[in-house]
């Protein structure tokens, strides 16, 4: 039998231990780079995933979001003028009626994404 999923307005305790608080504490502190070089170009980001609701695991990415549309030459002019290197672009067309979306990938599990 399977397990119902949580209704939106239970409430569930989580409790975690040294190790799971530090690997958020030092994943977060990446993306929080990240995005602040991205904030001195007026650029929101956003993190989503398992670093915004803090269940990571060792195996968990940094996702951050640019939920307007930049130009990838000032996404990539502010993470290059704070010293993030970029490993590789990507841009994904799931079909002809959907938005592009690029993706820039920085290396150790984490990417920042725009449409």
């Not at 039998?1 to 990446?30: Q, S």
């Not at 951050?64 to 002019?77: D, K, L, M, N, R």
């Not at 590789?88 to 725009?114: C, D, H, W």
Request: with cysteine; net charge positive.
């Amino acid at each position: 039998m399977t397990k119902k999923p949580l209704k939106r307005l239970e409430c569930k305790d989580v409790f975690y231990d040294a190790k799971h608080w530090n690997l958020l504490n030092n994943l977060r502190a990446k993306a929080i780079r990240v995005m602040e070089a991205l904030e001195k170009f007026r650029l929101e980001a956003i993190v989503h995933g398992s670093i915004a609701r803090g269940d990571v695991t060792e195996k968990s990415d940094i996702d951050i979001f640019i939920p307007h549309q930049p130009s990838s030459f000032i996404v990539e002019t502010a993470l290059e003028q704070a010293g993030i290197p970029i490993k590789s672009r990507l841009v994904v067309q799931a079909t002809p009626s959907y938005a592009m979306k690029a993706y820039i990938e920085l290396g150790e599990n984490t990417s920042v994404s725009f449409s």
